[in-house]
């Protein structure tokens, strides 16, 4: 059974961090692409950030230079560092592993106060 725990959400004043981790089982960690999606209140889920099993990196374009995705294959575990925060990162973001098939965290919620 595959597992996605995703933790590290909160609540944070605009220009501050957040570091959210995802915690997978049940998969083959290092041979799947990871990915942080988010999801605002009225608003379709979008594409964050991604990581191939290789380490390859792709960001949505108004979190390039803030955000950075990693993973630590040694612990099945997917990181975004998010950085200067702003309103518009408010959102719950969800954790995706992709091999042979997609599976979805539960969701974090971020809120961004300005």
């Known amino acids: 059974q595959v597992q996605l725990v995703e933790s590290g959400g909160g609540l944070v004043q605009a220009g501050g961090s957040l570091r959210l981790s995802c915690a997978a089982s049940g998969i083959i960690f290092r041979l799947s692409a990871m990915g942080w999606y988010r999801q605002a209140p009225g608003k379709q889920r979008e594409l964050v950030a991604a990581i191939t099993g290789g380490g390859s990196t792709n960001y949505e374009d108004s979190v390039k230079g803030r955000f950075t995705i990693s993973r630590d294959n040694a612990k099945n575990t997917v990181f975004l560092q998010m950085n200067s925060l702003k309103p518009e990162d408010t959102a719950v973001y969800y954790c995706?592993?992709?091999?042979?098939?997609?599976?979805w965290g539960q969701g974090t919620q971020v809120t961004v106060s300005s």
């Open positions: 995706k592993a992709s091999f042979m098939s997609e599976y």
